[in-house]
């Protein structure tokens, strides 16, 4: 799967939120659904969440300032945020046309073709979808991550509302539309949620995943031959940037310029080892009541 640029990405969420909603409202001014209706109000949610999530990229990427001197990287964060309020405002939106529908049900027209628009707008959410999701991942974007899983929600609601409202046109139920525009609204709350916790989540300062920290750890540990030992490694995420910092307890006899030149080294081999880290370390002597000749124990320094 092709890998873009995070603002090229998002720049292409937003051109297909903008074909895929024209397509949907074709789709639903050709039926009279009010289940195609539903899809396409979901579209226009993604057409928000991308613009806003573009907004979003470019002040994570600015670089750090007086203010923000560790940058902008959480800026993502609150691109998740807002998309899961607009999804639970659509969600809500379609409840209401839906309940609406299923008081007064309507006889569903012209299924073939507005089905048609439905799938090809599918497809090429699953395609953009995809494509983010690899790129999100690649860049380790928190809202290229969300926007993709928005838009493979989108890619199962259209599916279940194609079933839906083919099932209440071939029975000839037609309140079928309405309930199945009503499910499918309560699967958007849900997506909603589930963005609202991850990025609130994600401003809690997460730690790294468990086998990023064993990399850093495995590092560390690599210098130990050289009579130095780490303590209190402590990891936190924000947004596509992550830190680490570590003491580095280095034999008290060694120079301020050695102790110096060894913790360039270490934070220059974690962040090889550990694509995107920065290591901030503070250096330490190593002989103090309790160290033992050769420093801390692995047990100590848990």
Do not use: C
């Amino acid at each position: 799967m092709r890998i873009l640029a995070p603002q090229q990405a998002i720049r292409l969420s937003v051109a297909a939120a903008l074909g895929t909603m024209a397509i949907k409202v074709a789709a639903w001014g050709l039926t009279g659904s009010v289940g195609f209706l539903s899809d396409a109000m979901e579209s226009s949610v993604n057409l928000a969440g991308a613009l806003f999530a573009l907004w979003m990229l470019r002040w994570a990427h600015e670089p750090a300032d007086e203010e923000h001197p560790f940058g902008h990287g959480k800026a993502e964060y609150f691109s998740a945020v807002f998309e899961a309020g607009l999804i639970s405002l659509a969600a809500l939106a379609i409840i209401g046309a839906a309940g609406e529908r299923l008081l007064d049900p309507r006889p569903i027209e012209r299924l073939g073709l507005g089905t048609l628009f439905a799938i090809v707008a599918s497809v090429l959410n699953l395609v953009v979808a995809r494509i983010l999701m690899a790129s999100g991942r690649a860049h380790r974007s928190v809202a290229l991550v969300a926007d993709a899983r928005h838009l493979m929600t989108d890619v199962w609601t259209t599916a279940g509302i194609i079933v839906g409202v083919g099932l209440a046109w071939a029975s000839g139920w037609h309140w079928l539309d309405p309930v199945v525009a009503i499910a499918v609204a309560l699967n958007i709350l849900r997506e909603g949620w589930r963005l609202m916790r991850g990025s609130i989540d994600g401003l809690m300062d997460r730690a790294l995943e468990d086998h990023e920290i064993a990399r850093i750890e495995a590092v560390l540990a690599s210098y130990e031959a050289r009579g130095i030992r780490f303590d209190n490694l402590r990891t936190r995420q924000a947004g596509a940037q992550r830190f680490a910092n570590v003491d580095l307890r280095v034999p008290g006899d060694w120079t301020v310029t050695r102790a110096h030149d060894a913790a360039d080294e270490i934070e220059r081999a974690v962040g090889l080892a550990v694509a995107g880290v920065l290591l901030e370390t503070h250096v330490e002597p190593r002989e103090h009541p309790g160290d033992g000749p050769t420093g801390p124990s692995r047990e100590q320094r848990a």
